[in-house]
């Protein structure tokens, strides 16, 4: 059992950045592939970003390529996106999630979060 808080939401203007942070807690951390969604008013759910239990190896979805990093911090157990270069259309509420490998944690993540919202100004 895993169990996932995010926070760091807020509102900014466009060209702005944000850092999401996401806090786990049960099972240890470091076992999971880790990932952030977030799902915009009206819109599927959409993939942001992952990342392996090491670190090593990151995925972001195009939208956000050059503009969002993932990262994690096994020791605090906490992972984080870093949003850069903020858009209108990356308004969401982003949540993190948590898979046991990097497919999983993409398609059908085990876990979830509250989610946290972010609004993009213009």
């Known amino acids: 059992q895993v169990q996932l808080v995010e926070s760091g939401g807020g509102l900014v203007q466009a060209g702005g950045s944000l850092r999401l942070s996401c806090a786990g807690s049960?099972?240890?951390?470091?076992?999971?592939?880790m990932g952030w969604f977030r799902r915009a008013p009206g819109k599927e759910r959409e993939f942001v970003a992952s990342i392996n239990w090491s670190g090593g190896s990151t995925d972001y979805a195009d939208s956000v390529k050059g503009r969002f990093a993932i990262s994690r911090d096994n020791a605090q157990k906490r992972v984080y996106l870093q949003m850069n270069s903020l858009k209108p259309e990356d308004t969401a509420v982003y949540f993190c999630?948590?898979?046991?490998?990097?497919?999983?944690?993409?398609?059908?993540?085990?876990?979830w979060g509250q989610g946290t919202q972010v609004t993009v100004s213009s």
């Open positions: 049960g099972r240890p951390f470091s076992a999971y592939c």
């Open positions: 999630a948590a898979g046991q490998n990097m497919a999983l944690v993409r398609a059908a993540p085990n876990y």
